[in-house]
């Protein structure tokens, strides 16, 4: 591979958003839709309410009567079965809350502003003045659309409502995930004295599957250039291979010499995370991080996940920096682009944001810890303490802006 100059985030992160299509979506059952991308409208079948309905238990009548007047109760009206008549001036139907408003009603005296004797009901002093009634369509009506969105339960509900059994969601994307290197052993495995055990790979499912895709683990590719062909091979059908180690320029990182690779680029302006590496491998998207745990996972976060997002079709798929108070003095930055591990505490209109004093990228113990990466641009001047500046949320960090 032929080795050129480092490249933007930015530019790293538009050619890798390039490279990611949305997927086709397909039909997916309500019951099953919670957290998937809704790629179309969803299209209102009924209003709702789909009557005049009582918002109070209490009794259905004409008018607006006064203390003292009287009514005779004909019949009873309750959710799911309504009264069939019609309310005359002098009559009244005891209702109860979500029931259909009997045609000839105007409005609902709620039960405790009445007394009742037998088939009479007298309305009390002070009674309100309600009308104690929504209105056909008060909250939706037929027509009305819901527009596209990662469905979260209270989208499930309003869908319900509407009477749509089923929604069109982009089709999960199928992320392969390659750890390479002879040093790796699984956890739990007995690992030789020069071997590490390898975590990259079940932080990267965990975001992949948070992000909406569905992640699969492949065996670890081990260093020969014939056994990297094999377990990629098993990766043929993915929506997105994404290799995790191999993509610097060693004797032993092989992922760039892979036959069928075209590249998009490598190397990057970038800490943690200078080898990154993208492009296609016979016609698949291809992603080849470094092998350093929080380079992975760092860069898991910037160009991984949304890769996720804009095969789901989303609109937000590039990360969108927020803005904190910095507590510490910080000095100039060099010629990459800093995401420090750092963590948010609540301010006074903005969040405060503390950067760790060890940056280590080997360091899983500090990122586990950070719930923020603040950026320090390239070639940023010395900031001090309570300066804006910008930083991305970890996924799955509270939010607190």
């Not at 919670?34 to 259905?60: E, K, N």
């Not at 492949?218 to 990629?232: G, H, K, N, S, Y």
């Not at 006074?348 to 004093?357: K, M, Q, S």
């Amino acid at each position: 591979m032929k080795v050129g100059a480092m490249i933007s985030v930015e530019e790293a992160l538009a050619r890798c958003l390039a490279l990611a299509a949305p997927l086709a979506p397909e039909s997916v059952p309500l019951a099953a839709a919670a957290g998937r991308w809704m790629s179309a409208p969803a299209v209102a079948r009924r209003d709702q309410p789909p009557f005049p309905a009582s918002a109070m238990d209490g009794y259905a009548l004409q008018g607006d009567p006064v203390a003292g007047d009287s009514f005779t109760v004909i019949g009873e009206a309750g959710a799911g079965h309504g009264f069939a008549g019609k309310v005359e001036a002098d009559q009244a139907v005891r209702i109860f809350t979500g029931a259909p408003v009997p045609e000839g009603a105007t409005r609902v005296v709620i039960q405790e502003d009445v007394t009742r004797d037998g088939d009479r009901i007298t309305v009390k002093p002070g009674a309100d003045a309600g009308p104690h009634i929504r209105p056909q369509g008060q909250d939706f009506r037929v027509g009305d659309s819901l527009s596209p969105r990662l469905l979260r339960p209270n989208d499930l509900a309003l869908l319900a409502a509407m009477n749509i059994p089923t929604v069109q969601a982009t089709r999960r994307p199928v992320v392969a995930l390659v750890a390479t290197g002879d040093e790796l052993v699984m956890p739990g495995e007995d690992p030789a004295p020069d071997q590490i055990i390898a975590s990259n790979s079940f932080a990267l499912k965990a975001m992949v599957e948070a992000g909406g895709g569905l992640a699969r683990l492949l065996p670890i590719a081990r260093d020969t250039e014939a056994e990297l062909a094999t377990v990629l091979g098993l990766a043929a059908e993915a929506d997105l291979i994404v290799t995790i180690g191999g993509a610097s320029v060693g004797d032993h990182d092989l992922v760039g010499r892979v036959a069928g690779l075209e590249h998009s680029f490598w190397k990057l302006a970038l800490r943690p995370g200078k080898p990154l590496l993208a492009g296609r491998l016979n016609g698949v998207p291809l992603l080849g991080l470094p092998g350093n745990p929080v380079s992975a996972i760092v860069c898991g976060h910037l160009f991984l996940l949304p890769m996720v997002r804009a095969m789901l079709g989303r609109p937000d798929a590039a990360p969108k920096p927020r803005q904190a108070r910095l507590t510490t003095d910080l000095p100039a930055n060099g010629p990459r682009a800093h995401y420090m591990r750092a963590r948010l505490t609540p301010g006074e209109g903005l969040p405060e944001i503390t950067p760790f004093d060890r940056q280590d990228s080997a360091l899983l113990s500090i990122l586990g810890q950070a719930d923020a990466l603040l950026i320090r641009p390239v070639d940023a001047a010395a900031c001090h303490a309570g300066a804006t500046v910008p930083y991305l949320p970890l996924q799955g960090s509270v939010d607190i802006s």
